[in-house]
Structures are given as structure tokens and as C-alpha cells.
């Protein structure tokens, strides 16, 4: 006796899809009817193993309603439309680049070396509120900070806090034209040493003053310069007789038998005591005299 067969009426009807592959006695098939007339061993396969503990890898993915959440519990990370939230900080183990401008609602904790090529800052205010007492630029001493461009700092700058280095540490940026306070911790202005350096430019000046003038025969015993006598700075001794040498005929006069006055503006005189001397002037002599003239 022949065995008894049962077929479909209506036959079940398979088909695969995208990435779906499909076999019947591992012929492949799109689309095919099994009536249940002959013995088949279907199956439907993927381009990738899709098991818990496998690595799936997806071109794209579509979420609905557009929100993805990795991980479980209190670890999880959320990712939506133009959002990224954890239930715990977000971590990035490796560099994190952002091709475009970068907006910051809230606050921001920096807690590793900052490397920049270049840095543009605009701000109305900031506010800078220290937790431990110290806001730190870099792990050590070693380490230093540059800006290309300005700084301006609104409040005290300390350079070294450091007493027992050669450099001490500066409080202050002064623009006292008087330097009445003598600090040993403020910095001063161009303005300040101008002023101030002017205030000694006269002792300078008449420092430096050496000049020569030749002189005329007035009588045996003076002789006129057309020039004027520097006039010595308030504290410096008045300027004398010491503060010249006289030449006769390239033989130096001594100082003691020589007397000067200032007559006018074009007339210095020189008047010699020719006893002391031991000769006195002749119309022929030259006379010159070197030292503090006023130029």
C-alpha cells in the first residue's frame, strides 16, 4: 500500500527580502510555494551574525521615535536629534574632533593639557570662582602658556609668590609720576620713568658740559669770552674758577690767581692776578679757556 499524501490547498507561499536570503535544500529562491507534496528543509539567513554576543554592523539606522538608548540601568548613554545625555558623565577614551563651531550651554570642566594653534575668546564678563583656592595652568612649573595676541587683566598680577627667588612678586602696575611710595612690588609706566628720569635730566646735562671758547684781549690783566656759564642744579655746589682751565699761549693758569664773572649773556670775564702770576696779558696772547660753559 502506497503512503498517504497530504497537500496544501492553499500553498504557503515565501519570499526573501533585503538582506534576508532564503534556500530550500540550500537552492536559493526569491520567491516559491510549498504545498506540502514534497519534503523541503527551508532557511532564512543574514549578511552577518546577529547573535548577543556578536559585533553588528548596520549602514544606517532609522530610530522611531528617533531615540537611541545604549546600555542599562544607571549606565546608559541617550542619543536623539541634536542630543547626547547619560544617567553618568559621557566619556570620550580617545582625541574628540569637532569640525565645526562648538556651543557650550552649561558649564565646562577641563581637566587635561590644553593644545591649541590658535584661540579667539569673546565674552562680556567672566567670572572665575576658585574651589580650592587656585586656578592652575598646567601639571607643573615647567609647563608654559602662550597668547599671540593682547592680555588685558582687570585685577592684581603675580608674577612669583616665591619671596626667596631673585624675582619678587609684582602687585601692581603704577602710574605714580612722583614714585612717592617707593614699592618694592608695583611695576611702573613708560609715563612714570619719563617723568620721573626728566626730574634728573639736569644734574645730567650740566655733568656732560665741557666746552672750549677762545678769548679777546681786553687789558694786562682780563680777558672776554662770548659765552655763558653753565648754571649748576639746585644741591650741586655753584659753578667756579675749579670748574675751568685756562690756557695762555698753550701754558695752564693756575686756578688760585684767576677770578670769573659772568657780566651779561656774551660776557664772561677772566681777570688774572699778575703778581700772583708772575706776568701779565699782552694783546698778542691767546687765551682759551675749557670747561662748564653753557655750550
Known amino acids: 500500500m502506497s503512503d498517504i499524501i497530504f497537500k496544501l490547498k492553499n500553498p504557503l507561499t515565501i519570499s526573501s527580502s533585503n538582506f534576508v536570503t532564503t534556500t530550500d535544500n540550500d537552492t536559493t529562491f526569491d520567491t516559491k510555494e510549498f504545498d506540502g507534496l514534497f519534503k523541503s528543509n527551508v532557511k532564512f539567513s543574514l549578511p552577518q551574525a546577529v547573535g548577543t554576543t556578536d559585533s553588528v554592523q548596520f549602514n544606517q539606522v532609522t530610530l522611531s521615535p528617533n531615540t537611541l538608548t545604549v546600555g542599562t540601568g544607571s ?174 699761549n698753550g701754558m695752564v693758569m693756575e686756578n688760585d690767581a684767576l677770578t670769573i664773572q659772568q657780566n651779561s649773556s656774551t660776557d664772561f670775564r677772566l681777570t688774572i692776578n699778575s703778581s700772583e702770576l708772575g706776568y701779565s696779558l699782552e694783546s698778542d696772547d691767546e687765551v682759551i679757556g675749557f670747561g662748564k660753559f653753557n655750550s
Open 75 to 248: 549606565n546608559t548613554i541617550v542619543l536623539k536629534d541634536k542630543s547626547i545625555s547619560g544617567t553618568s558623565p559621557i566619556s570620550f577614551q580617545n582625541d574628540l574632533l569637532v569640525t565645526q563651531n562648538t556651543t557650550i550651554l552649561d558649564g565646562f570642566t577641563f581637566t587635561g593639557t590644553l593644545a591649541t594653534g590658535s584661540s579667539t575668546i569673546a565674552t562680556s564678563s567672566v567670572v572665575i570662582e576658585n574651589q580650592s583656592g587656585s586656578t592652575i595652568w598646567g601639571e607643573n612649573l615647567s609647563q608654559k602658556q602662550f597668547f599671540s595676541s593682547s592680555l588685558e587683566v582687570t585685577g592684581s598680577v603675580l608674577l612669583n609668590k616665591d619671596d626667596s627667588v631673585p624675582i619678587r612678586p609684582f602687585d601692581e602696575i603704577s602710574n605714580d609720576t612722583s614714585v612717592s611710595d617707593e614699592s618694592n612690588t608695583a611695576l611702573v609706566t613708560e609715563r612714570v620713568a619719563k617723568t620721573f628720569l626728566s626730574t634728573l635730566k639736569p644734574e645730567r646735562n650740566y655733568l656732560r658740559k665741557s666746552f672750549v671758547h677762545t678769548g679777546s684781549f681786553i687789558s694786562s690783566t682780563s680777558v672776554k669770552f662770548v659765552a655763558t656759564t653753565a648754571s649748576a642744579p639746585v644741591g650741586m655746589t655753584t659753578t667756579s674758577e675749579n670748574d675751568f682751565m685756562f690756557f695762555i
